[in-house]
Antibody, heavy 121, light 106 residues
Framework: EVQLVESGGGLVQPGRSLRLSCAAS????????MHWVRQGPGKGLEWVSG????????NYADSVKGRFTISRDNAKNSLYLQMNSLRAEDTALYYC??????????????WGQGTLVTVSS | DIQMTQSPSSLSASVGDRVTITCQAS??????LNWYQQKPGKAPKLLIY???NLETGVPSRFSGSGSGTDFTFTISSLQPEDIATYYC?????????FGGGTKVEI
């Protein structure tokens, strides 16, 4: 059974940093690209960032480019999102999502339950 | 960026009704379109991929069609457990973008 379990969310002041983690199991982690998708309170889904199977292809939404860094450790079956210079508008539930392919484009066939990030003073 | 315009933003229907949601892309995305269901307090769930392919285990009352810029998602006979928000998502190009969502109520 595929499982994606996010952690690392919490309350953080504007300008500070936070690192999210996603622990994956139930599939061959290094065969697939992984992504982060977020959902602001009462809002729709917003793609944040994606990383290919071997970290060779990394992409970001313009809204987080230069502030967020996605990475993965295939030996640990883990995905990460380092979030720096956080802003109030980054407040959201952050989902880890598995792509159906090893590249950058496709559909998300599995999602975690999300970890909540609240940016507020 | 490719904009995805979903309509309606919400709808109310009765059990057994046929429900249709549309999604329009700002440019040709061929069939690179997926549909997700999100129930309150839950993560999104893939229902349809590549515009018209039903994900394994998803009831056959759900279907999708379309290509190019215009897509349709249909629930042939609405069930109480279908109460959710539905999102389209394009993957023709980065950034991956989602429609604004359609909240389905009974």
């Amino acid at each position: 059974e595929v499982q994606l379990v996010e952690s690392g969310g919490g309350l953080v002041q504007p300008g500070r940093s936070l690192r999210l983690s996603c622990a994956a199991s139930g599939f061959t982690f290094d065969d697939y690209a992984m992504h982060w998708v977020r959902q602001g309170p009462g809002k729709g889904l917003e793609w944040v960032s994606g990383i290919s199977w071997n970290s060779g292809n990394i992409n970001y939404a313009d809204s987080v480019k230069g502030r967020f860094t996605i990475s993965r450790d295939n030996a640990k079956n883990s995905l990460y999102l380092q979030m720096n210079s956080l802003r109030a508008e980054d407040t959201a539930l952050y989902y880890c999502a598995k792509l159906d392919s090893s590249g950058s484009l496709g559909y998300f066939d599995y999602w975690g339950q999300g970890t909540l990030v609240t940016v507020s003073s | 960026d490719i904009q995805m315009t979903q309509s309606p933003s919400s709808l109310s229907a009765s059990v057994g009704d046929r429900v249709t949601i549309t999604c329009q892309a700002s440019q040709d995305i061929t069939n690179c379109l997926n549909w997700y269901q999100q129930k309150p307090g839950k993560a999104p769930k893939l229902l349809i991929y590549d515009a018209s392919n039903l994900e394994t285990g998803v009831p056959s009352r759900f279907s999708g069609s379309g290509s190019g810029t215009d897509f349709t998602f249909t629930i042939s006979s609405l069930q109480p457990e279908d109460i959710a928000t539905y999102y389209c998502q394009q993957y023709d190009n980065l950034p991956l973008t989602f429609g604004g969502g359609t909240k389905v109520e009974i």
